[in-house]
């Protein structure tokens, strides 16, 4: 007479047999096994266990044995995602092209107006910082990144060196500065129309100077690579629309030198626009515009960037030393650069400083918001884990990051 199975619990049922059977019992018992209905997980244990193939200590639990199993089991599959995440990460984090050796160099206007030859540019890592091939003591470094800014630079410009050239210190001493325009591979004539307005404006040899990248490499990558090609014991960078008003950056000079005793000491002034949330400037703006710009915010808190209230505002100062610990070790040459430029000053206990300026909007804007946004979303959260996992290197094991991109490339 047929009898149907009576279903157990998968775990009670391998309990029940494990307390009432010898551990020799299991391995070389020949009577007719009782049917069981029970999960694939179950059977698996108990097949393990029968057979001995898992040693059973006589003084741990059955129940003991099964939950480690599971432990053991979650890890395997802990590790096996940490693993994939690892690779999904490294192949898409981005590592830095070197510079190409024209664009280590830079133009200028001679005092006859007249446009000079390629000349070299000083490197922050490279160059003692005594000399910095300089004739002059230069105080202050203004770095424009550009592309396809024919229209607004100018006008920039323009403010930029009337607030430089009148510039005084506490103690009467007139600022000496230099303007670096980045040219990132515009496809007009930006750099034609930077070295025509100091021309122009009557400025004085190499207070303005003209970097092109053969290569289009994005804002972030511009701003690195002029970056690091300044002089300037206060270095800041500026975007090419003017929409920051340029005499703040006094505002910012006189915050670091209250933070620091000298640019030796790192430490960073971040223009902000936070306090203008309200305003008609930000209130104006379309919709869709602002929802990204809260959905960002969310996301810079969840990852944790949560005392810089405004990361994006391109208008920040730092100290040489803040530059030199910062962005020789940058990555991201896109938008959400200024998140990293954080997320390093963090992990390196350099002092930031968040301070309100003046800002309007300016018609021009060369981001694409739907794809960039997406795009900046992406990046941010590769940049955090990348960090993490240990892809990207902060300065403190340079060379595994280089054994890490000669695998990429290959």
């Given at each position: 007479m047929n009898s149907?199975?009576?279903?157990?619990?998968?775990?009670?049922?391998?309990?029940?047999?494990?307390?009432?059977?010898?551990?020799?019992?299991?391995?070389?018992?020949?009577?007719?096994?009782?049917?069981?209905?029970?999960?694939?997980?179950?059977?698996?244990?108990?097949?393990?266990?029968?057979?001995?193939?898992?040693?059973?200590?006589?003084?741990?639990?059955?129940?003991?044995?099964?939950?480690?199993?599971?432990?053991?089991?979650?890890?395997?599959?802990s590790a096996f995602a940490l693993g994939v995440l690892y690779i999904a990460i490294l192949i898409i984090a981005r590592f830095p092209r070197d510079a190409l050796a024209s664009e280590n160099t830079y133009k200028t206007t001679t005092q006859t107006r007249a446009v000079s030859a390629p000349l070299k540019l000083p490197h922050i890592s490279e160059d003692p910082a005594d000399e910095r091939q300089r004739e002059e003591k230069v105080a202050v470094s203004v770095v424009v990144p550009a592309y396809n800014e024919t229209e607004r630079l100018p006008k920039m410009l323009n403010e930029a060196v009337d607030v430089l050239e009148g510039w005084e210190l506490a103690g009467g001493e007139k600022v000496t500065y230099e303007i670096m325009v980045v040219d990132d591979g515009s496809q007009d004539k930006t750099a034609e129309i930077a070295l025509k307005f100091g021309a122009t404006k009557g400025v004085l040899e190499d207070r303005i100077r003209v970097c092109k990248l053969e290569k289009n490499r994005g804002k972030g990558g511009a701003v690195a690579h002029g970056m690091q090609r300044s002089r300037g014991d206060y270095i800041i960078f500026a975007d090419a629309d003017g929409a920051s008003e340029f005499s703040d950056i006094k505002t910012l000079h006189a915050t670091l030198t209250s933070l620091t005793e000298s640019p030796s000491s790192p430490a960073i002034a971040v223009g902000s626009r936070a306090h203008m949330v309200k305003s008609e400037a930000v209130v104006?703006?379309?919709?869709?515009?602002?929802?990204?710009?809260?959905?960002?915010?969310?996301?810079?808190y969840v990852f944790g960037i949560r005392t810089i209230r405004d990361t994006q505002c391109g208008f920040k100062m730092f100290t040489r030393s803040a530059v030199s610990q910062i962005f020789p070790y940058m990555h991201n040459e896109g938008w959400i650069f200024d998140v990293e430029v954080l997320i390093l000053a963090e992990r390196?206990?350099?002092?930031?400083?968040?301070?309100?300026?003046?800002?309007?909007?300016?018609?021009?804007?060369?981001?694409?918001?739907?794809?960039?946004?997406v795009k900046m979303a992406i990046d941010l959260v590769v940049i955090r884990c990348a960090y993490i996992l240990g892809i990207y290197d902060d300065g403190r094991k340079r060379n595994g990051e280089k054994e890490l991109r000669k695998k990429k490339d290959s």
């Open positions: 149907t199975p009576t279903p157990l619990d998968p775990i009670t049922d391998l309990t029940q047999i494990l307390a009432s059977t010898e551990p020799t019992a299991l391995a070389s018992a020949t009577t007719a096994p009782r049917t069981i209905m029970c999960s694939s997980t179950s059977e698996t244990l108990i097949t393990y266990l029968s057979l001995r193939m898992i040693p059973i200590s006589s003084s741990v639990s059955p129940m003991a044995t099964v939950v480690g199993l599971l432990f053991m089991w979650f890890i395997a599959l104006k703006r379309s919709f869709i515009r602002n929802f990204l710009m809260y959905s960002l915010h969310t996301l810079l390196k206990g350099i002092k930031v400083v968040e301070v309100p300026i003046s800002w309007h909007e300016v018609p021009g804007s060369k981001m694409e918001l739907a794809r960039d946004s």
